[in-house]
């Protein structure tokens, strides 16, 4: 039996009264998805109480459903607790997946193009390979490393009301991701260079980014709590200057 993988970077985020369409790339080796002959899709909320259940359909090849707006109604509770769970059959073989989901009030876009890379980089469709189309896979890619990396150190990516914000962090790691995939074509040089160097200013603009977080969950942005650091505070204290015993202070 073969051993599967999903291409879920990310837990899905489902906005309330608004209609999501999810989708599960499953991948049984090689670099297409396997289609699956039949699936099923539920929804659970934090009660595991179902929220909608159906039959999959196939797009392309991967399973994909469509939650309708009425089933996220405006009253709901916001959680993050939900989650998805996809049975799919292969043959004889059937498959549960999960995956991680959030009720939110609002969700967070992408605000990095292609047309801004090549603002900022005025030669990438000259020097881009020609097996490669589009900067859109790297864009994705880097948008997902840095929800993972806001999930990761305990911030809710949804909860950010000032999405621009985020436009040179996401631009530095997708032309960092973009050459050092180049590097790959002509080895060490320029491009492994220019990799490091949107790194480093990667590094610097996730150091320097300040959210208007929601952290009432009111979606408004006066409520909003400005100037948030996206990276964790970390509390430390000094070792006190004198320890106390029984028999009086001793210096530490």
């Known amino acids: 039996m073969p051993t599967y993988s999903v291409d879920s970077q990310l837990p899905s985020f489902y906005e309330r009264a608004c209609s999501a369409t999810v989708s599960l790339p499953v991948y049984a080796g090689g670099s297409s998805p396997v289609v699956a002959d039949s699936g099923t899709f539920t929804l659970y909320d934090i009660t595991k109480a179902v929220v909608v259940t159906g039959a999959v359909t196939f797009v392309g090849g991967v399973a994909t459903y469509t939650v309708a707006a009425a089933s996220l109604p405006a009253t709901a509770p916001l959680s993050g607790f939900w989650q998805e769970e996809w049975v799919l059959t292969f043959g004889t073989h059937t498959e549960t997946f999960r995956r991680d989901a959030y009720l939110c ?4 876009h992408n605000v990095v193009t292609e047309t801004m890379l090549v603002r900022r980089v005025s030669d990438l469709a000259a020097i881009r390979p ?15 490393i840095c929800q993972r990396t806001l999930l990761q150190d305990g911030r809710r990516p949804y909860l950010a009301m000032n999405d621009y914000a985020f436009a040179d962090w996401v631009c530095a790691l997708t032309l960092e991701l973009a050459f050092r995939d180049f590097a790959t074509y002509s080895g060490e040089g320029r491009f492994s260079t220019e990799a490091e160097k949107y790194r480093a200013d990667a590094d610097k603009a996730f ?10 969950e009111q979606n408004v942005r006066s409520a909003a709590i400005s100037g948030q650091s996206a990276q964790p505070v970390i509390y430390t204290n000094y070792s006190p200057a004198s320890a106390y015993r029984m028999w009086g202070p001793r210096r530490v």
């Not at 896979?137 to 948008?143: K, L, R, S, V």
């Not at 150091?207 to 009432?216: F, Q």
């Open 130 to 144: 020609p097996t490669i189309t589009s900067y859109e896979p790297y864009i994705q890619e880097a948008w997902g």
């Open 105 to 108: 009030l609002r969700l967070l």
């Open 207 to 216: 150091d320097r980014l300040k959210l208007e977080y929601d952290m009432s």
